[in-house]
């Protein structure tokens, strides 16, 4: 007699099947997401940048989007600069308890102008400590020597240039040292002057605009004229400007 199968039975060996195979699907899947996330992480350490991060090429020192323009580090010195720390300046900055000076390696008059007088008034553009003291006090002193006169006047066409480079900078302190530098220099040299002002009263024009500077550069440019002698052209300059 053939024995009828157990219902219940029947119903177990269901459940454990099903069972099985969704343990499988749900390993199936695990699996195709780990090779997912796989391929996707090899994709990413194989790509170009994730290479040249891991392994920077020489040529990327020169690349401009490469560097930080932020990091300290990549910015290179200024030319004033990288002369001051080479030691081609020939005085240091001594600090006092009142005031700071500078202390000469040898008499300034025993200096020669050209490059130093140069060199100093490229300094002015500094904005850092202590470039801007030892630029500025380096090139008032250094034409308080006794022939001095004679050894500016053949650097005019070099100095001012750079001195209208300062008149037009952005940064206000960079402005008034170049603009005592400019009354300092006609000190010295007189109408020899005259011929060159024309490339700085522009730059002085425009910033007579601003309130601020509107007193001193009216005090510089009545200074200008009066050790500039009385030539018409210039003073007409100098009067339509202060005015």
């Not at 343990?23 to 391929?39: D, K, L, P």
């Not at 020169?62 to 990288?82: D, V």
């Not at 006794?146 to 070099?158: F, Q, V, Y």
């Amino acid at each position: 007699m053939q024995k009828s199968g157990c219902p219940a039975g029947e119903e177990l060996r269901s459940r454990v099947t099903g069972n099985c195979d969704q343990r499988t699907s749900v390993a199936a899947q695990i699996r195709q997401r780990t090779a997912v996330q796989r391929s996707r992480s090899t994709s990413s350490a194989s790509s170009p940048e994730a290479l040249r991060k891991l392994h920077p090429r020489p040529s990327d020192k020169l690349n401009p989007k490469t560097i930080n323009p932020f990091g300290e580090q990549s910015r290179a010195p200024s030319a004033f600069a990288a002369i001051y720390s080479k030691g081609g300046i020939p005085c240091r900055l001594v600090h006092g308890s009142v005031k700071h000076r500078l202390q000469w390696e040898c008499p300034p008059e025993n200096l020669p102008f050209d490059p130093l007088l140069i060199t100093l008034a490229e300094g002015l553009r500094e904005t850092k400590h202590p470039y801007t003291f030892v630029s500025k006090e380096g090139f008032r002193e250094l034409l308080l020597v006794r022939d001095a006169p004679e050894k500016a006047t053949p650097l005019l066409p070099r100095l001012i240039p750079v001195l209208k480079a300062a008149l037009v900078h952005s940064d206000d302190g960079v402005f008034e040292r170049g603009l005592s530098a400019l009354v300092q220099l006609s000190i010295v040299v007189g109408p020899s002057l005259n011929d060159y002002l024309k490339h700085v009263l522009t730059s002085l024009s425009k910033r007579l605009m601003d309130k601020k500077f509107k007193e001193p550069i009216t005090s510089a440019l009545q200074k200008l004229e009066q050790h500039g002698g009385s030539e018409e052209k210039k003073e007409q300059h100098l009067l339509r400007l202060s005015v």
